[in-house]
């Protein structure tokens, strides 16, 4: 009879940092590590260095024998075909078979889920979706609106895998040109970068006095502050942003019906700002049968613990197999 395997690895590769860490059955984080996504432009040079560092974290953590299998998450991910599938915002071009470049190196089984679909799980397996038989995840990261969706305690993922694209969704038709391509998608409106864009054109539309003229680097969380110190121009961006996502929250809500939408993600940093509008738009627009029933809730984890608990609770799900143990 084979040893029981308590661990497992999960990594979660976003635009500016690769997280790796080691968790155990209870989502403790046993260890953890990190490198620089865009230091390595070549994608085998990337997966080469994440195998690196896997095997020397396990190795000083009860050995590699005890590691059951490796969940990734990462943006355009695919968990159907194991491959992250053209991503727009990330170094690499094209189609990367990641799931299969790192089990041929670990001889590991290994998941790969895009990062919304990963945080979905993570956050029905250790986090606020606990319980919940639909809800619906949304990210709002850095660079892009994603969701992942659970409908009847089974995570949704449609035809080939792409379920839940809703940062990808029009909601200004003929408006900002998205890096998907498309013109007027949620993401290029609720996005940090959508945000930055929106607070630039206020500011060039109107003459009005603003903190934000004055700011060395622009960002939300830098608007942010010039809302409390009450800056009228800083407050009508998280207007703006907060109706079109509240829109769009309410165009998901009314399709899939959830019990919750959980926000997640950096952006959820300034959330309290946006918060006042989102709610507004959400109850305005929301299918009528459902006003006052679906809940708006923050994740309770921060962006470390809710990235590799979610990569690590995909890593569960995969059968086992180990090509050397």
Known sequence: MGNVK???????????????????????VLAKDGMFTADYPDVNRFVEAICERILIMAEQNGGYESIRSIGVSAPNANYKTGSIEN?????????????AMLRDRLGLAVAVGND???TAVGEYVYGSAHGMRNFVIISLGHGGVGSGFYSEERSHLGFEGFAGEIGH???VPNGRRCNCGLYGCLEAYCSDYGMVQTARE????????????????????SI?????????????VF???????????ANYATLVNPEAIILTGEQTQV????????????????????RGKVRLVVSMFDNYERDVLGASALAWTVKEYSLFL
Not at 224 to 236: K, M, P, S, V
Request: net charge negative; charged share 25%.
């Open 202 to 221: 206020l500011m060039e539309e109107s003459d009005e006095p603003s903190l934000m003229r004055s700011l060395e680097q622009l960002t939300p969380l």
């Open 239 to 249: 207007r703006r942003t907060g109706r079109l996502l509240g829109i769009g929250l």
């Open 87 to 99: 991503p727009v915002n990330m170094p690499w071009k094209g189609s990367i078979p990641l799931a």
């Open 224 to 236: 942010g502050a010039c809302c409390d110190q009450n800056d009228n121009l800083a407050w009508e």
């Open 6 to 28: 308590t661990k497992v690895i999960g990594i979660d590769i976003n635009v500016r940092l690769t997280s790796i860490a080691i968790v155990d059955l209870r989502g403790t």
């Open 271 to 290: 959330y309290k700002w946006l918060k006042p509008s989102v709610e507004k738009a959400f109850e305005e627009h929301v299918f009528h049968n459902m």
């Open 116 to 118: 919304a679909h990963c």
């Open 169 to 171: 969704t029009c909601i």
